[in-house]
């Protein structure tokens, strides 16, 4: 019966707007037949795209299980409180908004809940793997608050320059201290994080986005455990669930923190996606997702040792998570722009990537991010990243003499398609 719903839903699409639904069409076969390599980017599980093409995308439901502003919630409630539990019970939370619509509202909700304007944050600097959401100059956050930035330190293999965090802690006394990143390929301290923080008085934060799959699995190291305040994570990226975001937090915080997001932030949350949220909480807790999340890391760490075996220069020396940032430049004298756009002509899809201190714009950065999330998905292994690895250096070193590599884009399509794509 769900098979039918589906089909009609999409023979409408197909009437209405062949425009639209060729468009559909084209993208997914760009996933089946692609090697999808973007660290952010997954293939959602085919419960969740269920859920969000789902009745609950018809539903208002301001405020929060009990204590709504909208009749008719007997459904809603169940699903919401089901992901908050369940989402506790996995990350060891005190405290569960399962309500954010995006990495970036949930962030937000944070420092607006917290901070004054012109209050200090000290965070990781955006080319050393930090993110926009951590108040770069260019968004709405960075001109409110005053973000301060620490680095790491390249010619120590990337460590965090921990000397640099608590000096500007000590000097600029912060009120969050905050860390977590979208491309650096370590695990952290946060055992670290919170001794400097509780020396200044700080609050303590970590946008573990990436990496929230490999926490809920104890593949690495969880925030919480280390005693911080708020931990945020998007739901979509290693989780597999629908696009949007969680805060976990202690007992203390939970009352602002909801009204920070509601009625502070957003209106009406998106119940199609909090309830493809519990689903996806579920599955998190299996023990194929665990095997999933191992499987991840294992072929992120093939991935990048065969790179480094054809001479390529990675950003911290390999990787200890799903992502690797190829220093491009350094490595083969050719931009991440020009890589990222080389390799998709093959159906590789990387994103260009800033390096730490790069001396090149974020448009023509020096370096690529690679990550291996959305084709362990697939059911690709080690042996299936060592052909990619193999792939990607041909591509990039045979630039001058594509005409070698005819029969390639076939090759790769052809390798692609045998794998599931699930819910596609
Ligand atoms: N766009 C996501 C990433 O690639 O890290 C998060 O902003």
């Known amino acids: 019966m769900l098979d039918s719903v589906l089909e009609k839903n999409r023979a409408y699409l197909q009437n209405t707007d062949s425009a639209v639904f060729n468009a559909l069409v084209g993208e997914e076969k760009r996933q089946r037949y692609g090697i999808e390599l973007i660290a952010s980017e997954n293939f959602a599980f085919p419960e969740v795209l269920a859920l969000l093409g789902s009745a609950f995308t018809n539903k208002y439901s301001e405020g ?179 696009r949007g975001g969680l805060i976990l937090s202690r007992k203390e915080h939970a009352k602002k923190i909801d009204s920070s997001i509601f009625p502070g932030l957003q209106g009406g949350p998106h119940m199609n996606q909090v309830a493809a949220t519990a689903v996806t909480m579920k599955k998190v807790l299996t023990r194929e997702f665990n095997d999933y999340a191992l499987m991840v890391l294992k072929n992120a760490k093939i991935l990048a040792e065969e790179l480094m075996t054809e001479g390529f220069e990675l950003v911290t020396g390999g990787t200890e998570n799903h992502l690797i940032v190829i220093d491009t430049v350094k490595s083969i004298g050719l931009d991440g722009k020009k890589s990222e756009e080389l390799l998709d002509e093959f159906g590789i899809t990387t994103n260009k990537q800033v390096v730490p201190d790069d001396p090149n714009p974020p448009l023509r950065p020096s370096g690529i991010r690679l990550g291996t999330p959305a084709l362990t998905t697939r059911g690709m292994e080690e042996k299936d990243f060592k052909i990619i690895a193999k792939w990607i250096t041909v591509i990039l070193k045979e630039r001058e003499n594509l005409n070698s590599l005819s029969g390639l884009k076939s090759d790769i399509k052809t390798f692609s398609e045998k794998f599931i794509l699930p819910g596609i």
């Not at 995006?102 to 944050?121: C, F, K, R, T, W």
Request: with cysteine; aromatic share 10%; proline share 4%.
């Open 64 to 242: 929060y299980p009990g204590r709504r502003y909208y009749g008719g919630q007997e459904f809603t409630d169940i699903i919401e409180e089901l992901a908050r539990e369940r989402a506790k019970k996995i990350f060891r939370a005190e405290h569960a908004n399962v309500q954010p619509l995006s990495g970036s509202s949930m962030n937000q909700a944070i420092y607006h809940a917290y901070l004054e304007p012109g209050d200090s944050v000290l965070g990781m600097e955006l080319s050393h793997g930090g993110h926009l959401t951590h108040g770069a100059p260019v968004s709405h956050m960075g001109k409110i608050y005053n973000f301060l930035r620490y680095k790491t330190i390249i010619d120590k293999g990337g460590v965090i320059d921990w000397d640099q965090v608590e000096d500007l802690a000590v000097k600029n006394k912060p009120k969050i201290l905050l860390c977590g990143h979208s491309s650096y390929p370590k695990d952290l301290d946060y055992k670290k994080f919170k001794f400097i923080a509780d020396k200044v008085g700080a609050l303590t934060m970590a946008d573990v986005s990436h990496i929230g799959g490999w926490i809920a699995t104890n593949h690495l190291n969880n925030p919480l455990d280390a005693g911080f305040d708020f931990m945020t994570t998007t739901t979509h990226k290693s989780m597999r669930g629908p």
